[in-house]
């Protein structure tokens, strides 16, 4: 049974053993479903402290790949998995902690976010990791929450440009006009820019089809189109 919430030091213990675990032989088919399913370099892989746990530890999150979440300041705040069998009937599972508070890969993404003047927010964590493999290091994500004031309050102290590029379900498509018809009128001097993918594709999917400049002139015709309405 997993609990619902690690004490901090088994968390952190946890994340330490998994990114151990990953460069093992026993992780092998963990870092080759990152690296070649999911296209992860071996830069990002380290950078977030992404790790497995192997099924012989007979640990509660045997067979799962560990990513830990952080919040701005480099603090632990969570522990998010995923099976590494897609067929798993609890696939994917996460410490109980409040999503809309925190960004995935801030942390990690808030110099370029600064330098830049501009983040990508994405829905998933595995969409930013991916982004980041391919040098758009100023990606984050809403971890599949819908996009909240607190976070764009977070991100606002380092940019003015927000890229709203999530999933091409309809769900996607209804969380970018909601953001849009929620806060582009009442946060002055911030840019909420929609990032619209083809029907039914994933922003890594996307990423992988077109390229790291298909991508690029993806984000320039929106912003085109956002400068001409």
């Keep these: 049974m997993i609990p619902d919430k690690y004490p901090e030091m088994l968390r952190r213990k946890i994340v330490k053993a998994a990114k151990t675990s990953l460069r093992n032989p026993n992780g092998k088919k963990a870092l080759d479903y990152l690296k070649d399913v999911r296209k992860f370099s071996d830069v990002v892989i380290d950078k977030f402290d992404i790790g497995y746990c192997p099924p012989e530890v007979g640990h509660e ?3 799962r790949i560990i990513t830990p979440i952080y919040d701005t300041y480099g603090e632990m705040v969570a522990i998010s998995t995923r099976h590494l069998n897609e067929n798993h009937d ?3 599972w996460h410490e109980s902690f409040e999503k809309g508070y925190y960004l ?12 830049l003047n501009k983040v990508i927010i994405v829905e998933g964590e595995f969409d930013a990791l991916a982004f980041h493999s391919y040098g758009f290091t100023m ?3 809403c971890s599949g929450s819908a996009f909240s004031l607190f976070q764009i309050a977070l991100l606002s102290r380092y940019c003015t440009n927000f890229y ?3 999933d091409g379900d309809i769900a996607g498509r209804k969380s970018i006009q909601r953001t849009l018809d929620m806060y582009s009128k009442y946060t002055y001097g911030l840019n909420f820019i929609p990032v619209y993918l083809p029907k039914d594709v994933d922003p890594d999917e996307f990423l992988f089809e077109v390229g790291a400049n298909g991508v690029k002139e993806k984000f320039k015709t929106a912003k085109d189109e956002y400068d001409f309405i």
């Design 61 to 63: 999150l045997s067979g």
């Design 104 to 115: 995935y890969g801030l942390y990690q993404a808030k110099d370029t976010i600064r330098r």
């Design 164 to 166: 709203l590029l999530f």
């Design 139 to 141: 990606t984050v994500a």
């Design 90 to 92: 609890r696939r994917f």
